[in-house]
Nanobody, 115 residues
Framework: QVQLVESGGGLVQPGGSLRLSCAASENIFNFNAMGWYRQAPGKERELVATINVGGTTNYADFAKGRFTISRDNAWNTVYLQLGSLKPEDTAVYFC?????????WGQGTQVTVSS
C-alpha cells in the first residue's frame, strides 16, 4: 500500500513563501512520476508541477517562475517550494505518484494566502 504524507502547509501573507513536503512510503524511483496538484473551493483539482523518474520537471503556467518541484532521493521525499504567493494560490495541495496507470494520492495540505 503506497502512502504519501504531505506537510508544510499553513497561512502565509501575499508575497510570502512556503515549502511543502511529500514523504513516500517507498522508493520514489519506483514511480514513473511524482507531482503536486491543488484544489481550491468550488474548483476542480489541477496540476501544479510534476517530476519524472529522469528528473524532468513540468509546471502549470501559473506555477512557472514562482514554484519549484524537487526531490530528495535519500529521504523518498518530493518538495514543492512556493514563492511570490497570491491569494488565488489558496487551495488544498495534494501529492501524487503515478505508476503506469495507477495514481496514488496523499491526504492534502492546506495553503492559505491572506493578509
Amino acid at each position: 500500500q503506497v502512502q504519501l504524507v504531505e506537510s508544510g502547509g499553513g497561512l502565509v501573507q501575499p508575497g510570502g513563501s512556503l515549502r511543502l513536503s511529500c514523504a513516500a512510503s517507498e522508493n520514489i524511483f519506483n514511480f514513473n512520476a511524482m507531482g503536486w496538484y491543488r484544489q481550491a473551493p468550488g474548483k476542480e483539482r489541477e496540476l501544479v508541477a510534476t517530476i519524472n523518474v529522469g528528473g524532468t520537471t513540468n509546471y502549470a503556467d501559473f506555477a512557472k517562475g514562482r514554484f519549484t518541484i524537487s526531490r530528495d532521493n535519500a529521504w523518498n521525499t518530493v518538495y514543492l517550494q512556493l514563492g511570490s504567493l497570491k491569494p488565488e494560490d489558496t487551495a488544498v495541495y495534494f501529492c501524487n505518484a503515478r505508476l503506469l496507470s495507477n495514481m496514488y494520492w496523499g491526504q492534502g495540505t492546506q495553503v492559505t494566502v491572506s493578509s
